[in-house]
């Protein structure tokens, strides 16, 4: 690096912050200009706090920072943001009613006369959308319409925008294609050409040392480690995350693949899901992979009944019987459940305690002439806060005070009590730590043991790998090819993911008119 490069643009020191507990302490940290550092730990290590009060949106309870060798007190985020700190959430801050280009420039939009100048909006709106890899995407569609991939990108090119000399990434690449994390990490490369340090937090390990100079980890609030990135692999920042080993395996156990439980015929909705046909077994892990966009999200979305149908049909059950699913009451009645990706928008009430949270689904078992038991209530989600790890003060702590992950696990415990014989999994280990994902992981191999069929959507190609007994592969909403275990590689996986826009960009060329 540069000697420019070497100089301190951010200092900690001392930091901490208790709530009803200290939850961070003692945090001392310098980030260098130009430098991409990376901060991980398990869910509930404190990431999210620290990067909170460097970002303006938390105060700390003791310590003391320095921004460019003065004193840094933000009182705000937007006074932070001033300054040139910029953070881009796990949990996305747009605004779906607005468009593209006016959630990119909300706070600065162009005008003339005393109206927005929507040519200029426009222009400079695919400008800061091209930076990011998003020149498909009309900056005059609502953001709204978006899949949560691309609103991530959305969110991400928002905070590029004007002079930025601190940029926090918390898990970026979570819902990002491959394609989608190259150009994020060729954007990285650029900031720091310009000078920008970036503070990267993901659980994603390898991402890690492929963007990162130096590694701080933080374990139970604490930082445990601040070091070079090349010192270390893998396995040994896991140890250092989680305080012991993990293997690479995960054993589901002893199964018994059962008959069919899930059957989908030519299920269909426009462009987004097309002719998707597949069964599921008692005891199975059926994985859905594909790129975003591809439909997997609309497909769950269909069978769950949240979206209506064009055509097909479902059958569930022993034995298999017709369904009419037409809404997610009628769904969970013949025992399918959903777990939803979206956890903030469409899986928690976030202003409500985790015991009436994991209450939600299952109001019959705890009530009585339509009055909630209280014991009954306190004790499901103690069950449920025990079982799945979560990280909090007690079951009365509000949702929204816990960290992602320990969120996503209050949507997946909620479902642990109903009797549905059908699962549907849309990104479940999204934002969720290492150590943590093979909790999961070991809770869905449970789940098969109770002879219950698990669909599973994930944009980690990997981690489908690992659990699951069958992968369907989804491009351009249509299912291309389903692979078995020890039968896929990595590379068929992804050929398959691609097949269906290449057929697509193919007809299109055909039908274009030509100039002969």
């Not at 000697?3 to 507990?21: D, E, H, M, N, R």
């Not at 700390?60 to 920072?65: A, I, K």
């Not at 038991?373 to 004790?379: F, H, I, L, V, W």
Request: net charge negative; with cysteine.
């Amino acid at each position: 690096m540069s000697a420019s490069a070497q100089a301190a643009v951010l200092s900690v020191s001392g930091i901490g912050k208790t709530y009803a507990q200290p939850v961070l302490g003692d945090i001392d940290l310098t980030l260098m200009r130009g430098e991409v550092l990376a901060l991980t730990g398990e869910n509930g290590a404190g990431k999210s706090t620290l990067s909170k009060i460097i970002g303006g949106l938390v105060t700390p309870t003791t310590g003391h920072m320095q921004f460019q060798g003065q004193a840094y007190e933000p009182a705000s985020r937007t006074q932070a943001e001033k300054l040139g700190v910029r953070m881009v959430m796990q949990e996305l801050n747009l605004l779906p009613t607005l468009s593209v280009a006016e959630n990119l420039f909300l706070d600065n939009l162009p005008s003339r006369a005393g109206f927005i100048n929507r040519k200029k909006l426009r222009d400079d709106a695919l400008k800061a959308m091209a930076q990011v890899g998003l020149d498909a995407i009309d900056p005059d569609m609502l953001v709204g319409e978006l899949g949560i991939g691309h609103q991530q990108m959305v969110e991400i090119a928002r905070n590029l925008i004007g002079d930025c000399h601190v940029l926090i990434l918390d898990e970026p690449t979570a819902m990002l294609t491959a394609r989608e994390v190259e150009m994020l990490f060729e954007q990285i490369t650029r900031l720091q050409d310009r000078g920008v340090s970036i503070v990267y937090i993901s659980h994603r390990l390898e991402e890690l040392a492929r963007v990162a100079q130096r590694i701080a980890v933080l374990r139970d609030g604490k930082l445990v480690c601040v070091d070079a990135m090349a010192n270390y692999n893998s396995e040994q920042l896991v140890t250092l995350m989680v305080g012991r080993e993990l293997g690479e395996q995960i054993d589901l156990g002893q199964r018994q693949i059962g008959n069919v439980a899930l059957s989908v015929k030519g299920l269909s909705r426009s462009d987004k899901v097309r002719d998707v046909s597949f069964d599921v077994r008692a005891g199975e892990i059926f994985g859905i992979s594909g790129l975003i966009g591809a439909g997997r999200t609309e497909l769950l979305r269909l069978i769950y009944g949240a979206d209506a149908a064009d055509s097909g049909s479902i059958e569930v059950g022993s034995p298999l019987k017709p369904v009419r699913v037409n809404s997610p009451v009628d769904a969970v009645s013949h025992g399918i459940a959903l777990i939803t990706e979206d956890r903030k928008g469409e899986g928690l009430l976030l202003s409500q305690s985790i015991s009436a949270n994991i209450a939600l689904g299952n109001m019959e078992a705890i009530s009585s002439g339509g009055v909630v038991n209280a014991g009954a209530e306190m004790a499901l989600a103690r069950r449920q806060v025990d079982a799945m790890r979560i990280r909090s003060s007690s079951p009365t702590q509000l949702v929204s005070e816990l960290s992602g992950g320990n969120q996503q696990k209050v949507v997946i415990g909620r479902w642990l009590e109903r009797d549905c014989q059908v699962m549907l999994f849309d990104e479940p280990t999204r934002g969720i730590d290492v150590g943590a994902k093979f909790d999961i992981y070991a809770l869905l191999g449970e789940l098969t043991r109770q002879g219950r069929a698990l669909v599973v959507v994930s944009s980690d190609l990997r981690e489908l790998m690992l659990i699951c007994d069958r992968i369907g592969v989804l491009s351009a909403g249509r299912l291309i090819d389903t692979f078995e275990r020890d039968t896929w590689t990595q590379d068929e996986l992804l050929a398959a993911a691609f097949a269906g826009y290449q057929k697509r960009d193919a007809l299109l060329s055909e039908a274009a008119p030509r100039n002969d």
